[in-house]
């Protein structure tokens, strides 16, 4: 399978008019990756809470950067999220995720998101190498 970048994801893409624009900074040597966000309310599935799967591709996103240098190429082979507490609308989160092992072609991550220091939601990732 071949991938290519377009700037058009929907988490970090900045050419898709519908997505989040998340800023993420990464870093290689430590193997992950950060961002803050406050996620508008467009993005809600109850009134003023954010909506499980917008949660889910946030965290999966940020496991991802963490995964996979500039160099490299990727994609999820398997995730799990645990909802810990809603994540409300419009308050800025930290999302971040980080690479713990690796075997082979497959790099097991971590991600959470947070609002002051409590975690809202967690997750664990099989990322694997393409290419």
């Given amino acids: 399978m071949e991938v290519k970048a377009d ?9 898709n008019e519908y ?4 800023e993420i900074h990464r870093d290689d040597v430590l ?3 950060e961002a803050e966000i406050a996620i508008p309310e467009k993005f ?15 965290l999966d996103e940020i496991m991802a950067y963490a995964a996979f240098t500039h160099d490299q190429k990727g994609v999820t082979g ?4 645990r909802f810990r507490r809603p994540v409300p609308s419009d308050r800025t989160v930290k999302v971040r995720g980080a690479v713990e092992s690796e075997k082979g072609r497959i790099l097991y991550t971590a ?11 967690e997750a664990t990732a099989k990322m694997v190498r393409i290419g």
């Fill in 78 to 81: 398997e995730i799990s999220v």
């Fill in 19 to 22: 997505g989040l624009h998340l």
């Fill in 31 to 33: 193997r992950s990756a």
């Fill in 44 to 58: 809600c599935g109850w009134e003023g809470i954010i909506h499980g799967g917008i949660i889910s591709t946030l």
């Fill in 111 to 121: 991600g959470e998101i947070t609002l002051d220091g409590e975690v809202l939601a």
């Fill in 7 to 15: 700037n058009k994801c929907f988490v970090c893409g900045k050419d």
